[in-house]
């Protein structure tokens, strides 16, 4: 059973009914399946190994296309379209890609690479209703490759199986009771797999999808939501922030028809959380914790009448979690192992394997602990650890503190060598807009409600900060 | 000005040290005398004045800080 199976059941059951709404196009399952099987054709058609590399903003050509390469038994690879030419170069090289289908945006990007030797091609160039009886799907575990962003380290490939697909699709559905009644607001890139996540979910209980191409713009995205009555919507933390900026009331009317909105684990600010519990009348906010490597772990619902909105929720069914400290023991606190069938068995390329992943177990690189009631806290990387001499100090605990300060958009704390203590904190501090904050006082606020090694010894004033597309600062980046 | 740099240096101190009372403080009083000046308030005071006064201090002239009075002409020396 795969994703395909499953729209084929949807053909079967309501070939009628919208599956997909991205701008102007509405397709039925029926038309959506009509085009999954001529871009299937194509792909048959095509000389090469088994992985077809695919990279382009959200559309409708994107869904058909990432259906139409597994339909014919080969793997997606997935590239974001603003990678840089070096990643983009190095993601072809170990992917063993043999070709790339992309929209117009990206071929014009593209070609301007040189020496690219595989056949690139455009959306709008691929003839539409190829016969389908040109399919010739191959056996193939491997639905997606996504190499991930990394916050601490060069991006790995990471190798989806269709049953991981099926694993984690399952309990989605069944942990935040989809169906194919609901309509579901998609505004996240389906090169990702929190977006992605959501596409399987909606095609597996046949659900209508409304893509958007991203959430830049929220009135827009409100707009939408009410036309259509959407039950569902999928966005990241800092976008829901971004909503708050509305008035209360209006939220409220927008948000009516809202059964459930679904962020991700990027730390998702207190404020914001317990305001959409108000905005919510007839729905809740959930999260989810996971990696590219083990897709939705844990799920955490939003209660009104909860107080542990710091949690990332407990481990999905048949998804254990234990914390390991230092010594390799089970503790408290530590870092965060997951065990399941959401978890990859090796990466793309194997010299991560003997780090990582160890009797079936992944070594997150998360640092948290889970309290008596089995629910997960994160505290932050182990990676991001810095040593002051023998002291070591979690940046999100330096930043959390800093972040209270009138005049702060935003900041990231980070260690940098010194001669005595090894590391000492420095932090890029974005302002907010006219502000006339200064170094000091982030520092006599800190010096009042941090111990003294967690003072910064440094300050920088910045205009942003490098993130990853989850809004993850790449701390790796920072000196 | 003059007056303005040791308010700033004092108030530097009142706050590395939250239990220092301003009948305690005396410019030469050295760290040895202080309860709590380890390493680390060495660091923060350092930082401190760096930021109040937008100036940078070598390592050695840190390490070198003692008392009050070495903070205060550390920082007259940097703005002279």
């Known amino acids: 059973m795969n994703i395909i199976d499953s729209i084929k059941n949807s053909v079967k059951n309501y070939p009628e009914k919208t599956a997909l709404i991205f701008g102007n196009d509405s397709l039925t399952f029926k038309d959506l399946w009509k085009s999954i099987e001529s871009s299937s054709s194509f792909i048959t058609s095509l000389n090469g190994n088994k992985i077809i590399s695919l990279m382009a903003e959200n559309s409708s050509s994107f869904v058909i296309f990432y259906l139409g390469i597994i339909n014919s038994g080969k793997t997606v690879h997935l590239i974001p379209p603003e990678i840089s030419e070096i990643n983009f170069r190095a993601q072809i090289s170990s992917s063993n890609s043999s070709s790339i289908i992309c929209s117009s945006t990206v071929f014009d990007k593209i070609s301007n690479f040189e020496s690219i030797n595989i056949p690139i091609f455009q959306f709008n160039d691929i003839p539409k209703n190829i016969d389908s009886k040109l399919i010739d799907s191959e056996v193939n575990n491997f639905a997606y490759l996504i190499y991930t962003s990394g916050t601490t380290s060069a991006p790995k490939g990471v190798a989806v199986t269709h049953s991981m697909v099926n694993f984690t699709t399952k309990n989605i559905v069944h942990i935040l009771k989809y169906t194919n009644s609901d309509i579901d607001v998609l505004p996240l890139p389906l090169y990702h797999s929190f977006g992605l996540g959501c596409l399987h979910t909606s095609l597996y209980v046949g659900s209508t999808i409304i893509l958007l191409k991203n959430t830049n713009d929220l009135q827009r995205i409100l707009n939408i939501i009410k036309k259509y009555n959407a039950t569902t919507f999928a966005a990241l933390p800092a976008t829901l922030s971004k909503f708050l900026k509305f008035n209360e009331n209006d939220l409220i009317d927008y948000f009516s028809s809202i059964r459930l909105i679904i962020t991700n684990s990027t730390k998702i600010p207190i404020a914001t959380i317990s305001n959409f519990k108000k905005i919510l009348l007839n729905g809740n906010l959930a999260t989810y914790y996971g990696l590219t490597e083990a897709s939705r772990s844990t799920f955490m619902i939003f209660d009104k009448n909860l107080t542990n909105d710091e949690s990332v929720g407990r481990p999905a069914p048949n998804v254990q979690i234990k914390i390991i400290n230092d010594s390799d023991q089970e503790s408290e606190t530590g870092e965060i192992w997951i065990k399941g069938d959401n978890v990859i068995e090796t990466y793309w390329e194997k010299i991560f394997n003997d780090k990582n992943l160890v009797d079936g177990w992944l070594r997150t690189g998360d640092l948290g602990y889970v309290d008596k009631n089995g629910y997960l806290y994160l505290l932050g990387r182990s990676d991001d650890v810095i040593n002051i001499g023998g002291e070591k100090v979690l940046p999100d605990e330096i930043e959390k503190i800093v972040k209270q300060i009138d005049g702060v958009e935003d900041v990231a704390a980070f260690g940098i060598d010194h001669e005595i203590f090894g590391k000492v904190i420095k932090l890029h501090v974005i302002k907010s807009l006219d502000s006339n904050l200064d170094k000091s006082t982030i520092l006599h606020y800190c010096i009042k409600h941090l111990e003294k090694y967690k003072i910064p010894s440094k300050i920088d004033f910045v205009k942003n900060l490098p993130q990853t597309d989850y809004g993850k600062v790449k701390r790796f980046m920072l000196k | ?80």
């Open chain 2, 1 to 80: 000005m003059k007056m303005n740099i040791e308010n700033s240096i004092k108030n530097i101190f009142f706050e590395a040290f939250s239990n220092l009372s301003e009948s305690d403080f005396s410019w030469n009083k050295e760290q040895k005398d202080y309860e709590n000046w380890d390493s680390f308030a060495q660091l923060n005071l350092v930082t401190l004045a760096e930021a109040k006064f937008d100036i940078s201090f070598t390592l050695d002239e840190a390490i070198e800080i003692k008392s009050a009075n070495d903070l205060l002409e550390c920082v007259r020396s940097h703005l002279s």
